[in-house]
Nanobody, 129 residues
Framework: QVQIAESGGGLVQPGGSLRLSCAVS????????IGWFRQAPGKEREGLSC????????YYADSVKGRFTTSRDRDLNTVYLQMNSLKPEDTAVYYC??????????????????????WGQGTQVTVSS
């Protein structure tokens, strides 16, 4: 059974940083792209970033571009989301999801929640003073 687990969330002051981890098991990052999403109370799940399996291309939402950085460690089967200059509006539950790389058009599909096959349980990030 595929397993995805996010970790690294917590409480941080505005302007601070956090690094989230997305550890996957029972499948390889060679065949699945990994996307980061978040969901704030009363809002829809928002796509933040995605890293392609086939060539490592990374996509970002405008809301986080320049502040968040996605990376991966194939040996550890883990994808990271480094979040800097955090703002109160970044408060949300953060999720990572896996999308099958085969024939997937990342440029138009990476931020669509419905494209992802598996999800982690989420990790809470709270930005507050």
């Amino acid at each position: 059974q595929v397993q995805i687990a996010e970790s690294g969330g917590g409480l941080v002051q505005p302007g601070g940083s956090l690094r989230l981890s997305c550890a996957v098991s029972r499948f390889t990052l060679n065949y699945y792209g990994i996307g980061w999403f978040r969901q704030a109370p009363g809002k829809e799940r928002e796509g933040l970033s995605c890293i392609s399996a086939r060539d490592g291309s990374i996509y970002y939402a405008d809301s986080v571009k320049g502040r968040f950085t996605t990376s991966r460690d194939r040996d550890l089967n883990t994808v990271y989301l480094q979040m800097n200059s955090l703002k109160p509006e970044d408060t949300a539950v953060y999720y990572c999801g896996a999308v099958l790389d085969l024939d997937f058009t990342y440029s138009t599909g990476w931020s669509r929640e419905s494209e992802y096959h598996w999800w982690g349980q989420g990790t809470q990030v709270t930005v507050s003073s």
